[in-house]
């Protein structure tokens, strides 16, 4: 009778068992290394109030630079208003300390014109001197207006500013954490991105958004 090929059990279990090992080892190097599936998305959150906080940043500092050059105007108009009412005001006290107790009108007897009297031209410098007063608290109240608003706009561009370069910083950290994966990096990316979605979303609120 022929002989019955003889299997070789030995060697075909220690093969199965190196497979087998070699598929465990490599389960648990992709159980350590999970993690890193979640840095492209928590990048691309991260990107997306990046690129919002960039936007608003740009948008609010030429917002304040428009504010602030209406508050330079406004603060010129201020100081010519200024400067007339005093020149009203020596012109008015020059006619009456050359002109003391003199009284007149603008027209005489029968209807006729008179001359305008020294004391009817420093009525009327007075009353431009009032005029100039209330124009100057109205530019001056209108300025610090203007100035306040520059301000909040600042403010407003610095935390968005503060924003961008903290995100940009989780960014950088999470590309190191996915090259190296090492997940303590990539925690700590999370940690700074988390403060710059705070300062972003602080940001829009601020802004009314």
Known sequence: MPEE???????LQEAIDELHKERGEREAAEKLTHWTRYIGLTTAILAVFAA???LRSGGLINEAMMSQLKASDTWNEYQASRQKSHL?????????DANPG??????????KWTPESPADRA??????????????????AKAKKFEKEAAE????????????????VAIALGAISALTKIKPVWMMSMAVGAAGLVLCVAGLVTAGF
């Open 123 to 140: 009525k009327e410098y007075e009353g431009q001197v009032s005029k100039e007063d209330d124009k100057a608290k109205d530019l001056s």
């Open 102 to 111: 003199v009284a007149g009108g603008k027209s005489g007897k029968k209807g």
């Open 52 to 54: 919002i906080g960039a």
């Open 5 to 11: 090929p003889e299997v070789e059990t030995t060697e």
């Open 153 to 168: 706009l600042k403010h407003g561009h610095e935390e968005f500013a503060q924003s961008v370069a903290f995100i940009q």
């Open 88 to 96: 009203y005001t020596l012109q008015a006290n020059a006619l009456i």
